[in-house]
C-alpha cells in the first residue's frame, strides 16, 4: 500500500481497490485501480503497474490487452485521467518491474525489468492514449563517471580486499570452500568463490559476488548466515543438488551457480 498524490490523497493498493482520502485522510470513495509494483512517481504524474488482464478487467475495456502474449509476464504502466475514471496514458511491456522514471526534459518514460531497459519515443509523455516502448541499448548508452572513495574506515581498499578474502576462508572453508579469488580493483572488484558439495563428488562450483556496492563500502553480508550457509540454502531452493547435476560446466571446467 501506497499514498501518491493525483490531485486529493490517493492510497493505492496491490489488490482490491484503491481509496481517495479527504482533508484528514479518511478515505472518501474507492476506485477500481491498483498497482502491484509499486508507485512510480513523475512530473505527469504517478505510474502504476498491473497486468494489462488486470485492467482490461477493471475498466471493462478488452483493448488493453490487444497484441499482448498471454502466456508471457507482460505489465502495464499506466497514468488516471484528472477524474480517476481510466487510464490516460499506457504502456505494456515484459518482465517483472525494476525501476520506473521520467526525463523531462526528453519528455519519456523508462521502465527497467527482469528482461531489459525500455523506454518511450521522446515527447511520448504529451501524448494520451497508447504508448510503444523500445528496448534501449545499455551499451550504447554514455554514462558520466562519478567518482567513488572508500569509506573512512576502511582505508586501502586493496588492503581491506585482502583481510576480506582472509576473513571469507576462516569462515567458510568448514563447509566447503576452496578459495576466494579476487577479481579487479577497487571500486568495481568481484570475488570468484569456490567451493565443493558433499553430493557432487569431483565438482568443484563457483559464485561470483561484488566486493563493494555502488558507493564504495562492503558489498557483501557479516555474520549469520555465512557466505557459504547463503550459497547453501540458495542451492537447496532453486533445485538442489538435481538441478546441479543437471548443469554443464562453464569456465575452468566449474559448475557456475
Known sequence: MAITDVGV??????????????????????????????????????WLVTRPSDLAYRTGDASFTDGIDPHEKSYTYYRLDRHLRKPRTW?????????????????QLWVSTTDGLFATAPGALEQDGRL?????DTAAIELPVLPVTAPPGMGDPDVWALAERARLLEEN?????????????FPTATIIVTFTLRGLPGRVCARRYPLFDRDGGPALWRGA??????????ID????????????PGAFGWIWV
Do not use: K
Open 9 to 46: 490523497p490517493l492510497v493505492v493498493t496491490r489488490q482490491s481497490s484503491s481509496y481517495v482520502l479527504d482533508e484528514e485522510l479518511l478515505p472518501t470513495y474507492a476506485v477500481p485501480f491498483v498497482s502491484g509494483f509499486g508507485v512510480w512517481p513523475g512530473q505527469s504524474g504517478p
Open 91 to 107: 504502456v505494456t511491456t515484459t518482465g517483472f518491474t525494476v525501476g520506473v522514471a521520467e526525463t523531462t526534459a526528453t519528455g
Open 132 to 136: 510503444r516502448f523500445d528496448e534501449v
Open 173 to 185: 572453508t568448514s563447509l566447503g570452500m576452496l578459495d576466494v579469488e579476487i577479481d579487479g580493483w
Open 225 to 234: 548466515p555465512t557466505l557459504m550457509e547463503s550459497i547453501l540454502l540458495g
Open 237 to 248: 531452493e532453486s533445485g538442489g543438488l538435481a538441478r546441479l547435476r543437471r548443469t554443464e
